[in-house]
């Protein structure tokens, strides 16, 4: 085998620093390999594609290694950690970005745009590699109203299952490319470069922040459920049950992405009419903003070293119906740094033909960390509790803060699993990737609870 990177196997020096020393997540998996490849290019993906092929292993790939539920650490079989495949270069008479699947999306493709005054609306936290995040939609700045980051992947190079490295895009391998946009952990290639649209950098990024305390939040998730269909796509609307020096409260930041003041602030006037801001125990109306300063937040709210517990849901029903089944999850939190997430989708548009094809207006997530082992129980417990309550409203999961091995949720429309099987049956019969890690195979792409 011609491979120039490192490779650890079971049992040698370094082997449990490659097998977790780049998952985020410290509550580590009991998940072991037979051995953990750091491939330098393509060429050796390809390389370590064919010995797999060769030796019956399964494969598993890590592109940045964020996700929660540690997809990427599969007991036997082999690890492809993509870490080294993390270059970029731009087109400029296209704007067309080429970057592997290890970049960083905020700490390396958002200054390299900036650059050259563009864009592309990668994860929120910037440290997140783009591999796994593309591959499961790609949920980044503004998506209610840019879209999936998943849908500006113009193509994508992958090794399949046969060990053939291969252009993928809408006229040729468009199976591939259709799998590669939403399939995340179970698709059955290795992308070892995406090709990605950019847009212009927005010139006048502006943000309205209030904070509410606990005794409204549950009367701003009500307002905010009424109104958010009717604000312009321009701007992203996030709402965060969080921890304050005063006691538990909730975050609004509503962050318009235009190219003039004046259009920012028509764009946020509507937060201002919240009947609860009065109460708002910071007020900050139209403030401009950066991107650097908007990761600088997510990192502070996401801090390495910790344990998690992660969870979401896509929600379903009117206020009456959401807002009382929701609201303890904002208000009544286990720990100072747990936070919980409510996302606005809304107004919904019709999806491009990819295999992501399941959301619904309003987005919840649920971040439990927390630092020892000995506060492990508490936290899971208390996640539970709170998606447990929240099934009555569920209509599925986002695959990007999942966790099959806790909860299973649809994650995609029946219609759509259903090809992605097909496919994954034509491109790769001998199973050679692993597929979704999860409790029950029997009850993949299901809601469980019902």
Known sequence: MNFKGKIYYKGDAGYEEARVGRVFNHLRPNRYPIAVFFPKDADDV????????EKSYKIATRSGGHSWAVWSVRDE?????????????????????SAGPATKGGHE???????NDLFFAGGHCPTVGIG?????????????????AAEQIESIDVVTANGELVK???????????????AGPGFFGVVTCFHLKTRPLPKAITASTYVYPANVCEGVLHWLQTMHTTVTNTVEIVAVGQTFEFGTGMVVHAMAFEDTTEAAQKALAPFEECPFIDQAIVHKTAQPTTLAAE?????????EGHRWAVSNAWLKGNPDEIVPVIKDSFIKLPNEKTFTLWFSMAPLRQLPDMAFSLQTDIYLAIYTLWETEEEDKKCKTWLNEQINRIEKVTEGQYLGDSDFTKHQRRFISDANFTKLQAIRALRDPKGLFHSYLAKSD?????????
């Open 46 to 53: 390809v390389e370590a594609v064919k010995l797999a092929n």
């Open 77 to 97: 079989g082999i690890l492809l950690d993509l870490k080294h495949l993390n270059t970029i270069s731009l087109n400029k008479e296209t704007s067309i970005v």
């Open 295 to 303: 990761y600088e937040v997510q990192v502070k709210n996401n801090p």
């Open 132 to 148: 796994g995040f593309l591959l499961q939609g790609g949920q980044g700045w503004n998506a209610r109203g840019w879209g999936w």
């Open 109 to 115: 493709l958002a200054p390299f745009l900036k650059e």
């Open 168 to 182: 993928a895009d809408a006229n040729q391998n468009s199976d591939l490319f259709w799998a590669a946009r939403g």
């Open 442 to 450: 029997e009850t993949i792409n299901t809601n469980e609870f019902e």
